[in-house]
């Protein structure tokens, strides 16, 4: 039997650690963004490469992925993963973060539909750096050097 206690305890423990990724690894996401104020910028992606019609739906679908390895680690307790730092109880951390993230932007979308403001247009909002005309890593090419 769980008492309440122990859930009380559970849910503490738990928050208090997905909170202190949010602050500590965050940080480590598009950092020209983090400085200009914009936290969550890695979760728009999706929704700017037209892989997702909202920003929301691209944060479910990487909720879904958490799900999906919940499945996978909780079918055999006895099973240890394969990737040490990413265990059960960090995963379920991880999708607490993602369902604050859905929040957040759910309530941005919901206020711009609302209110009217101006939608982010994409990677003509962006600013790339001058570079050789040549593909980054990602096979890209950055708009300046399509254009000479």
Do not use: W
């Amino acid at each position: 039997m769980t008492s309440l206690d122990k859930v009380l305890k559970m849910h503490n423990e738990m928050t208090e650690a997905a909170y202190s990724v949010i602050e500590t690894k965050g940080k480590d996401y598009n950092r020209e963004q983090q400085a200009q104020g914009d936290t969550l910028y890695n979760m728009t992606i999706a929704k700017e490469l037209g892989i997702t019609d909202s920003i929301t739906q691209g944060i479910l679908v990487r909720l879904s992925d958490k799900f999906m390895r919940l499945i996978s680690l909780t079918k055999n307790p006895k099973e240890q993963p394969a990737v040490k730092d990413e265990s059960v109880k960090d995963t379920i951390q991880d999708t607490i973060n993602y369902l604050v993230y859905l929040y957040c932007k759910y309530e941005e979308e919901r206020s711009c539909n609302i209110q009217g403001c101006r939608p982010f247009n994409g990677f003509n909002d962006l600013t790339f750096v001058q570079t050789p005309p040549t593909s980054d890593t990602t096979g890209f090419f950055y708009q300046d050097d399509l254009n000479g």
